[in-house]
């Protein structure tokens, strides 16, 4: 999988041993695949009824990647925008994440 161009530290999770896929755990975490025209697959949860803002995950060598999108990109055809990669609000996404792996750990 191919991560946005733009250095970022994103907020990782590290997936331990599940009993379950990782395509499988996301979703029951409540998130819903986001397939880009260039095949890239991610995963995105709303905060409200709206489009934005979202948190929004990409699976990486055995870890969930968070962060926050506040709005859409600006530009069409630009993977840039306005988002969040630490604080308050990503590490209660966080530990809501780790509580739901537990339920499916095998170690």
């Known amino acids: 999988m191919v991560l946005p161009s733009k250095k970022v530290k994103f907020m990782k999770i590290k997936i331990p ?3 379950i896929d990782t395509d499988k755990l996301i979703k029951r975490c409540g998130y819903a695949e986001l397939r880009r025209r260039t095949g890239e697959i991610s995963y ?8 934005f803002p979202r948190f929004h995950i990409y699976i990486e060598n055995g870890f969930f990647n968070l ?3 506040q709005k859409a990109p600006i530009y069409q055809g630009v993977s840039a925008h306005s988002g969040e990669y630490d604080g308050e609000i990503l590490e209660k996404e966080k530990e809501r994440i780790k509580e739901i792996i537990k339920e499916f750990q095998t170690s």
């Open 67 to 69: 962060h926050l999108d």
């Open 44 to 51: 995105v949860r709303r905060l409200r009824g709206y489009q």
């Open 17 to 19: 041993s599940v009993s």
